[in-house]
């Protein structure tokens, strides 16, 4: 096949995905909002929302204009194309996937009163659909059409690499800022709300409440969409680049990932359409949906490997990769959904401290399987399926059916935010009882989702590592060269750093978070009392302030540090500080996803009535323990699957420059 051939059937693809995206949006927007006070509580989430990302944007494509000069100068005019390219589809894949959760959100609250749980369910399911296949569609196409443009380019993998790194640039900033203006919000809102006025969680009398369901939007949804982008197309980058260390400029092995990613979408699709036809609970669509998926993902690849000639022991890794991303998921549900939580909500009756003490015995002891999981994936694709390049294609895999996966992650938000409209619209309680229900199943699928961006973040890195070590001509990296263990030492700390730096960052805006309510509380007549209406917007204003102003230090850090490193100790070092941050990081992150997520559920687990039940003692222990889960879970957990690759990229683009 022709290269051009090639793009246009790509190119289908790709569009096939956006139409898919164009047609939930409709479907979307043709449900009514029949409640007044919905729509305004709704519109007041969009606002805040769309004020947001707007001043977020302002700061990212500032720094994105300023290092796309520094590329344009230092490595090639084209180079800084495909990063500001990698820039722009990572941001409009964030803006599509928070416009669907803003208009879903009030509609599966909508469709949750008026058709039940099933209409509530599909509402939520489709708007976490727009963003799974716009992450793909947009990563699909765009790596696809440098392909294209530059696959006979003498500075190809550069120009790759640059591409990615533009990805990898904004879901680090959309990540953290978005991760932390949504839990500041939470946090405040829950100290003062919960603990000490004693009102239920999204009550509109809390002035932090409008915050709190907008964080949802930008940091769950979001954020959480720029981050999968970047692992998407980093994880064909650096798949492509080892391909022409290994087979040279050959097609199909260098087109290889690619194909599989639309694949892929393809197979999403199918798992998306399989929910029109299976009568089952919501629990069980979801999974079946991403199994199907996965099927017919496996069972195509198979197909073109056969047809295309292609050694068939690089399907091992192909299917290891499905498999990995499964456990890890499995596992992850097991930690933040099982008998760890109950252990946990029970411990909580002895007060605070034990919750707290659990919880973190929890997030420690759940990095030992998925890293178990991880190490088996590496060995046996490096081994039995095609070396690094079989190890970069599990994680193109483990990634390929993004669309379903993403899907499945986005829906959570949506029918958390859904109850929250519920609740201040004053809905009868049945209609929070339906939202709840999808609520706490999204609980499960943000954590199974979590498990597969640290699960790819891993294979991802290691992937370019590898392509480090080939470019900057590295065979051998030697642990007990001084130089090489400062680097591992540098690259352990850093993201020690970084989520000392978010988390600070959270606890800081909370606590200007908490005093707003307070004085709200205290200075507003009438309030507690249902008779006036609190001072949203200000409560707005504090989470965005500081969520723009502290997320530019971890950036500077993480893009600084291997341009440090290579120009004061070497290339050799540079590669002890990619490993030091892959190892630290990958457990760091699975420690704070899972503690995080076991902390939340144990406090639901609570309020459900079991060990007391609301305003016991051990309700209010679990409500600061979920408040210590929060940015473990939504800020500085996920921000580390972005810092290794993103750390990673820059070494890359160094090693080619």
Known sequence: MQINQFYLVFLAI?????????YLLRKISSFPVTNARAQKIADAISLGAMTFIAAE????????????????????????????????????????????????NVRTTMAAREKGEHSAFLMAFFGGGVMGFSVASFGLLGVSTVFWMFSTHELFDVLLTSFSLGASLVAFFARVGGGIFTKAADVGADLVGKLEAGIPEDDPRNPAVIADNVGDCVGDTAGMGADIFESYVGAMVSTMILSLGVYGISFKYLSLPIVLSGIGLGSSLVGLLSNAFLKLSPASMLKYATYIAIGVFLAVSYAYISFINIESF?????????????LIGEITEYYTGKSPVENLARA?????????IYGLSIGMES?????????????????????????????????ATTGITMTVDAYGPIADNAGGIAEMSGFDPSVRKITDKLDSLGNTTAAIG???????ALLTALAF?????????????????????????????????????????????????????????????GLMEGKAEPDYKSCIEISTKASLREMILPGVITILAPVIVKFTLGAAALGGLLAGATVVGVLLALLMANGGGAWDNAKKLIESGEFGGKGSDAHKAAVTGDTVGDPFKDTSGPALNILIKLMSVVALLLAAY
């Open 14 to 22: 790709s569009f096939l995905g956006v139409g898919v995206v164009a």
């Open 314 to 326: 690089l399907f091992i890794s192909i299917f290891l990769g499905c498999v990995a991303g499964l």
């Open 367 to 399: 990095t030992v399987l998925p890293a178990i999981v991880l190490v088996l994936t590496v060995l046996v694709a490096y081994t039995k399926g095609g070396g690094l390049f079989g190890v970069a294609l599990a994680a193109v895999s483990m990634l």
């Open 450 to 456: 979590k498990g597969f961006a640290i699960g790819s």
């Open 57 to 104: 944007y302002k700061i990212i494509a500032t720094v994105v204009a300023l290092i796309a000069l520094a590329v344009a100068y230092f490595v090639h005019p084209w180079a800084a194309a495909c990063f500001i390219g990698g820039s722009f589809f990572s941001m409009l894949t964030g803006f599509i996937g928070m416009k669907a959760a803003t208009s879903a």
């Open 465 to 525: 590592f590898a392509a480090y070590a080939q470019v900057a001509g590295l065979v051998v990296i030697d642990i007990l060269d001084p130089f090489v263990m400062a680097g591992i030492f540098i690259g352990g700390s850093i993201p020690m750093l970084v989520s000392a730096l978010t988390m600070r960052s959270v606890g800081d805006a909370a606590l200007k978070m908490v005093m707003e309510v307070r004085r709200q509380f205290k200075t507003i007549s």
């Open 348 to 356: 909580s009756q002895s007060g605070a401290a034990t919750n707290i």
